[in-house]
Every structure is written in C-alpha cells, then in structure tokens.
C-alpha cells in the first residue's frame, strides 16, 4: 500500500478508551446543538455540531499520542569491497614486480561484470576510498600497514557487503592481528598475495629480549635470536650499543640449524631513558640488510636510591629497618634519630632531607619533634612528591600528624597510650600485592603480636587496605597495613610498631619476610609514576622518515578533574631540527597532533601546560626517526598470514598469477548474494504542528459562525 509493505497505527492507550472518547464527544456535541438560541437551520447546527465533533476527537487524538509505523522493504544490491595495500613494501623488487601485479588486476577487476556495485579502497597506515578514475595514482608509500582498519571500516558500513578483497603481500607492520575480529564480521575474505614467499637467503635479528627499567650501574641481560637462511657456517659481528656508544661486541658462528641465540651484559652508568641497539654485521648476497638491526629504549633508574629513616627517638625498629634495607645495594640508607626539639643525633640532617628519594618515619612526629624541621619533611613532601612510609606508635603526635594527612593513606584523629597485640590478616584479594606476594598468608598470621596503639583512624576512598588484624587468633576489621596511589603521591602506612619482632622469629626459620616485605615496600613507592597529572605520549617509539608523528595527551587538575581548555605547547628537538606545536583540545582533558620529519635521527619533545596564565607543569618524551622501516625489513611475501585470514572467514587466498580464478569465484559468490532490509520508520503524529493547527482552526471556525449567528 502506497509503496510500503505494512502502515499500522498505535496509541499510547487502549483502543478502547478512544472509542469511548469519541462516542462522549458525538454525544456531547449533539446534545448541545440540538436546541440552540436564537433557534438556526438544521444545516447550520448539523454543521455546527460536526466542527465541535471534528475538534474535540482531534484533541482526544492528540492526548492518545499516536505514532504512524511505516515498514518498507528494501532490496539491497551486493557489495563488493577491494582493498589495495598501498604500503612501501610493495615497492620492494623481489622479481615479481609487484606494482605492477597490482595494476594488472585493478584493470581486470574494473573491466569484469561483478552483480551489484564495486567499491575500492587503499590501505596502509589509513584506510582512504579511492574512485574507480584514481586507482592507477596508487603509489605505493604509506609507512606502515594496518590490516586491522580494514576490520574496523567493514564494520561501520551499511552496505550489503557479499565479499572482502584484499590485495596485498600479507606483511603486517602495525595494528592488531585481524583473524578473530574477520571471523565476526561473517564476510569471506578472498585476498590476492603479492610477492614472492619463497626463503631468500638472509639474515635476521628477532626476538629481542629486556628489562624496561633497570639501575644504573646494576649489570642486566639482553638477549636475542639471529636467524639466517643460506649463510650456515659464515660469521658474523653482533655489536650492542647505547646511543651512539659502542657497549659490546661478539663474534658469532652461523649455525647450520639456522638459529644462534645471543646474549649481552648491559651495565648502564647513568640514570635516564637510553636508546639501545643491536646491530649484526651484513653479508654478500642478503636479500634484505635491514632486518639485522634493530633498536629500543630502557629506562634506567637511580642505582643508589636515598632511603631517610626519620625517628622520633632511638628504638630497635629503626635499627632492624635500617639493617633490613641496607642488604640492598639499591638503596642508600641514611638515618635521623631524633633526641630533642630540632636536635638529631646526626649531622647534616637537612643535606640527608633534600637527597631524599623515600622518607620512612618511624615513631615520628612526636610531642618533641620542633615545627621548624617538620616543616621542611612536609614542604619535601608536598613539593618533591617524595613517597612516605610511616610507622605509627602511640608516641606519634595526632596533632602534628595532621600537617602531613593529605600524604596518607588514612586519617588519624586520636591516638591513646593504650593497645591490643595484634597480628598480620592479609586480605584474600591482596595475595598477589607485591608488598605481600612474597611470603604466604599462613606465614603472616603466624607472626608475633605487635602493639598497636588504640586510635581513631579512618581509611580514605582512594587506599587500599593490604591486611587487617588478628586479635588472640580471631580476625578483627581494624586495618593493620594500608597503602594508597592517588595522582602522583604513593605512601604506606603500618598501625602498629616494634615490627622488629616479625625480623627475629623468621631469622630463626630462615624466612626473608621481614626483608622482602620493607624492601618490596621500597621499591613499590620508588616506582615509576603511571598516573600523572600531565601525560604526553608518542603513538610509537619508532617512525620512518615522512610517516606522521602521532601526538595525545591527557591534561587534569590537582583533584584529577579532566581539563579541557589548557594550552599544551609541545617542543620537538632532533638533528638540526626544532620545532613548536600546540596540540589540540577534543574533550575531556584528550589532546592529540600530530607533525611528519622527514630526516633521520633521535628526537625529543618537551610539552607545557598553560592554564589560566599559570604553568600547570611539563611532560616530556623521546622517539626515532628513520633508525628502523619495518615496511623494507621484510622482503617475503608472507602468504601464510593472508591464507589464515581467509581460511577464518571462509574465503579463499589466490597466488596473483591466478587472477582468473579469484574473478571466477566473486562473480559466483555474489549471485545470491542480494538480501533484502526491512525499513521501519515511526511518525509521531501527536507532536505534529499541523494537527495543533488543525484544531485550532475548527474551533475558531465554530466560533466564528455561532457570532455571526447570534448564538449564546
């Protein structure tokens, strides 16, 4: 009817109770009419009588609310989709000439009668829809290749798409792999290789194995897999280095089984981010000398982290934390060992104060502690982000604890002279905590009892409580050891002391809890920060020459609320380059930008954050230029990747000397491949202005003619 298969009306009432208006309103509406003053024709008040009818049901129709459903079914003519690699690998000449493989089949495709419509596409780093007249510009030199975009485009189209063609030498250089997003898509995946896949004789470097953070001066592994195809029995020069500086050389016999595993002693001598790479000596007649190098960054740490062990008077804790620490060649332990107001037993206290990298206070600030010395402990606090470790006795004074309260992990309004002898209760979900994951539940609960001090203490929202007490055996909810992470600030708090205890029972059974729990404790607040303020991130580390340099960042105030209309102002620095940039806003605290260098080298970038006038702070980063072109590393053809994509979607991968066939079996599949959509659309006649209008108009006309009548 009227080109639609189904047209239905629906009320938001029952039927029913329309009907029932309606037969009121006609009612009505003729009682009125049927004796009127003056006293009108009877064609006047048939009239009359049937304007109140028509205005009235228009109303009761409007307050039902009726919504007109129209469903129309729609044929939709099959699609078929061909995606054509435009990545610089296929530029690689492996005597195949793969360019022009690729436009060979682009004019065979154009030319062939496929049922219903073609569309094509190129695809790289970006998917972009190139018109049938432009195919032939295709050239060829996007930096990286994303079979995953093309999963993610499918996926937002309406078009009724019968078959996915993707032509392409089957190297993935960024992205995700594609099978299991292809498979969901339900649409067979027929892909033309390109190239040859036949081994060549090569050499390759793989498999690179590191520790992202490690210490300065602290000696670490690096290993590697080299493999070779056609050179067993040749040697080669495997040579690490950091920056430009060579480390390391080794001399390496080609095994005839194809793999030599490499191993490598790094001992970095200064803390920072450090680009390392390794390169493997090239030989006559490799098919691709790009592979044998590649190139990473490490972040190295401090090796000797300052440790300050603040006291508020001598006691057998600060001697077992300080010797427990002290086994770590990590760390450097200082000690101020509080006697009197501002007097410590040790000199140089505020040089010890600002070389601080963590700050333990143990008993400390007590009624003697003076104002002026912790005033400076809470301005290194606040302004350095220094992470805290407290020890809380009941000598230590609520009333100074309190000026450094936003630091920790609870709240303390109270502390009592009184205690219980409480025991560790690890919480189940924190087993697997660094601080506790060294030692099983069963050991904690079989500590000795410590003291811990009655006291008024409430855990903020944001801290997490590591475990909670045992009192003669029976476990109780007060928190015992409590940690918090928010923003860039990590502390912990233990409710209790003379945790030596916990040192002498597990010396006598040989059992490092004590040790691992104050050292794992170390190294979590040492740890580097993941959630800072000002975040500004590369999309990758390594970019070759002219690919876009991706830039995002997240922006947030001190209470870690989203900031959106900051000004970020990034400085990027490399071989006789540099540069500015402003990033731009796109909500909620996201920034993003991005620029193209075109010339090889190291870089850095420094960004700053405005906002109202005031620098909210900096972030900075670093990333590579041209040191690797993943797209050139790899001169095989690599049709097992494209045969697996088809083979999950239940399509076919052709050689490209078999062109015939793939036209062949596209044509077939989109016989049958057209479907047809139901189309429902909804009117919501009662919001319509014109039956407002309508209304209106017949009771301004029954209004307008009873005057001219006389009528009352």
Partial sequence: MFGYENINLTLSFNLIFFIISLLIIIAYSVYVYKYTLPP?????????????????????????????????????????????????????????NRAEAVHHFIDEITNTDIKGNKKFFSFGSKIKAVDVDSLDKINFTEPSTNFAQIIEDVKNSDDNISSITIVSDGVMTDGSTPFYSAQRTGIPFFNLAVGDSSRKKDIELKNIMFNEYIYAQTPTTISAIITNNGFAGKNVSAELYEGSNLISQKNILLDKGGVNSLLFEYTPTASGEKKIQIKVSTLDGEASVLNNNKSFFVNVLDNKINILLIAGSPSADLTFIKNSLSDDPNFR???????????????????LLDSANIIYLIGYPNQKSGNEFLARVLNKLKTKNIPLFLLLSSEVSPVKLKEIEDLLPVSVTQIENNFLQVQPDPEITELSNPLLSYSSKNEWSNLPPIPQALSNVKVKPESKVIAKTLVNGQPKNNPLIITRYFGSKRSIVVLGNEVWRWKLQTAQKDIKLFDNFLLSSSRWLNAPDEDKRIKIRTSKRFYSAGEPIEFSAQVYDDLFNPLSDAELKLNISGPEYHDEMILNSIGNGLYEGSISINKNGDYKFTGQVLFDGKNLGTDNGTFNVGDVDLELAESRMNFEFLDQLSTETKGKTYLNTNTDQLIKDLIQTNQNSSKEKILTSEIRLWSNEILLFLVILLFSLEWFIRKRSGML
């Avoid at 039902?64 to 690689?92: A, C, G």
């Avoid at 332990?333 to 505020?350: P, Y």
């Fill in 40 to 96: 009108v024709g009877n064609l006047r008040r048939f009239f009359l009588a049937a304007l109140r009818i028509l205005a009235l049901a228009l109303l009761v129709f409007i307050i039902f609310e009726p919504v007109l459903v129209l469903t129309e079914k729609k044929v939709l003519p099959p699609v078929s989709l061909f995606f054509i690699d435009n990545s610089k690998s296929m530029q690689i000449n492996d005597g195949t």
């Fill in 333 to 351: 332990v200082n000690t101020l060992t509080q006697i009197s107001s501002d007097k410590f037993l040790e000199q140089n206290q505020n040089l």
